[in-house]
């Protein structure tokens, strides 16, 4: 409890993206993973500091002071502005960090005895299970909910717009991301990796990549009834599949402009279990405070201004902190274009806009 009190949370913007890469331009000023010089930076520039005061930044960086950050543990968690987390996302992350981290101060005793693995199913021996914490870690976002624009006025049964189910095993999500690590460890030694190669980078490494032992595992007498405990398998990596994490907007705010538009794998999982839709209709709303009232009036304000988004999006493609792919240019052209092509009005279909000419309809 005395770990879970102390964890303080800190909110910042910034364009500098200081977890996942993405392929973004970096600016050599930055530290990814450093907050001593992250704060020491904007400290130096407090004209730039839009939100917040230099005053709380200064007490924050006397706090992690290089004498009491090595009591710390650092969690860098990845959220663009259109996406969302579930409520009690950071609250899990929190705990788990405890988990692994500060085992001494987690409510349940690691088993100092586990069965060893075989591949037949002969009698297991038990073996010594030696667990050292690691020096950092990855977490990721398992269960998300894309959200797609719609058109209000020509389709009207989906003013609020639509949404599909993502769910991935061996791909991280951007939204949801996080990096722990000890306060004495240096910084530059944790991997920066773009969030699609996270896991096939740190899952062939196992534990010895951030120098953990062991695994974190439990006896299932101490477990309540309804209690689940996330599988860990000794790597750098932990996948978070307890409830749905996050909600992407698809959208064309989208800096890498991939997945603006379902793919067929989504279509098809609603096809089979259409019943998900309401489910992910409950969810938003219940776990990640989403009311139907604000989901309106952000499909209608898209639908309004869809191509000066897009338009602006396409202005800061290559600039510091953003994504500089030829693709996102390509596709946020598309929509530039569009906006001095058009006759009547536009649609959007599952994220896809359609000029509307005559009744005639061109993708």
């Known amino acids: 409890e005395q770990g879970k009190n102390q964890a303080l949370t800190y909110v910042i913007g910034s ?7 993405n392929t973004t331009i970096l600016s050599p000023t930055v530290r990814p993973f450093d907050i001593r010089h992250m704060l020491s930076g904007a400290l130096s520039h407090p004209q730039s500091i839009f939100a917040g005061k230099a005053g709380s ?12 950050i090595g009591k710390d543990v650092i969690l860098w968690t ?15 992350i929190q705990n788990q960090a405890i ?47 894309d ?44 991997p920066r990796l773009d969030h699609d190669k996270i896991i096939s980078y740190l899952k062939p490494k196992g534990g010895a990549l951030c120098a953990r032992t062991g695994i974190s595992v439990f006896d299932e007498e101490d477990l309540d009834d309804d209690e689940t405990i996330e599988k860990d398998d000794g790597t750098c990596f932990h996948m978070v599949t307890i409830e749905v994490a996050s909600v992407r907007s698809r959208t064309p705010t ?9 793919d067929l794998t989504q279509i098809q999982s609603l096809r089979k279990y259409p019943k998900l839709t309401d489910i992910m209709w409950h969810i938003m709303e219940k776990k990640f405070g989403l009311s139907n009232e604000h989901l309106l009036e952000t499909n209608s304000y898209f639908a309004k ?11 800061g493609q290559c600039t510091a902190g953003h994504s500089c792919k ?3 240019k390509d596709l946020l052209q598309q929509y530039v274009d569009l906006k001095g092509e058009m006759g009547d009005g536009f649609d959007i279909v599952d994220g896809r806009i359609l000029t509307v000419d005559s009744n005639n309809y061109t993708k």
């Open 15 to 21: 364009n500098d993206n200081y977890i996942v890469s």
């Open 57 to 68: 930044m200064k007490l924050l960086l006397e706090d992690i002071s290089p004498q009491r």
């Open 78 to 92: 990845r959220l663009d502005a259109d996406d969302g987390l579930n409520v009690g996302y950071m609250e899990y």
């Open 99 to 145: 988990r692994y981290f500060l085992p001494e101060m987690y409510d349940k005793d690691i088993m100092e005895e586990i069965p060893e693995e075989r591949d037949d199913e002969t009698e297991q021996n038990l073996i010594s299970n030696v667990y050292t914490p690691p020096q950092w870690t990855y977490w990721c976002a398992g269960k998300n909910i």
């Open 147 to 190: 959200w797609f624009l719609t058109d209000p006025i020509h389709d009207p049964q989906h003013k609020n717009g639509t949404v599909y189910p993502v769910i991935h095993a061996n791909v991280c999500v951007t939204p949801g991301v996080t990096v722990a690590l000890r306060g004495t460890f240096d910084p530059f030694q944790v």
């Open 254 to 262: 989208s800096a890498g402009m991939m997945g603006v538009m379902p």
């Open 305 to 315: 201004h869809i191509y000066d988004i897009a338009e602006e999006n396409a202005r």
């Open 326 to 328: 030829s693709s996102s």
